[in-house]
């Protein structure tokens, strides 16, 4: 009875606000490749952010900073401190910095921490200058800014 009280409690147990998103990042998936194509949030940047925990802790009824991962609207109007893409400046992007410097995922994360690699910042990056499926596309971006 203890031994079943226990296995609840450890299934039931999530940290903090964060909720339980399936496989986590270890487990085998084959390395991300940059397409060649135009970069969607379906086919490509979803996948990452997921491979990174990130819907773990932004979702739900309270996200953490606020903000709501798992959609691509959620990812473009950010959170506390306001957009977290611009679209087509991934430059002046306030989630391009903090994925750089592996700043998200956080430390805590559960799981472990995993930083983005090359490709897959070159993804999310590519995804926001094409225009993050928001306003513009790649064809109508305006030149960024400086
Ligand atoms: C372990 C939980 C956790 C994970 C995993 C996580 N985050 Fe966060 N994130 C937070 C918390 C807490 C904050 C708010 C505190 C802060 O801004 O430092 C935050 C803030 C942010 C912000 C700023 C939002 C705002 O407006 O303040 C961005 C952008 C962000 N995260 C992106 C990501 C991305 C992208 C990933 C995956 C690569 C990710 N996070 C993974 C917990 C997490």
Same mark, same amino acid.
Request: hydrophobic share 40%.
């Given at each position: ?18 909720? +339980? ?8 998936? !084959?390395? %991300? @490749?940059?397409? &060649?194509?135009?970069? /969607? ?31 691509? +609207? ?8 306001? !957009?977290? %893409? @611009?679209?087509? &400046?991934?430059?002046? /992007? ?53």
């Amino acid at each position: 009875m203890l031994r079943l009280a226990a296995l609840a409690l450890l299934v039931t147990w999530t940290p903090g606000a964060c909720v +339980d998103v399936g496989d986590p990042w270890y487990v085998e998936r !084959p390395l %991300v @490749v940059v397409p &060649d194509g135009p970069i /969607s949030w379906t086919d490509h940047v979803q996948q990452i952010l997921h491979d990174h925990t990130c819907d773990a802790c932004h979702s739900g009824a309270d996200p953490s900073g606020g903000m709501d991962l798992t959609t691509a +609207d959620g990812f473009v109007a950010g959170g506390d401190s306001g !957009p977290a %893409v @611009v679209p087509c &400046d991934s430059g002046h /992007s306030l989630v391009t910095s903090y994925l750089e410097e592996c700043f998200m995922p956080p430390d805590e994360t559960p799981g472990g921490q995993r930083c983005l690699d090359a490709a897959e910042l070159e993804i999310v990056r590519r995804w926001i200058d094409e225009g993050a499926e928001a306003v513009y596309d790649a064809a109508t971006c305006p030149a960024p800014s400086r």
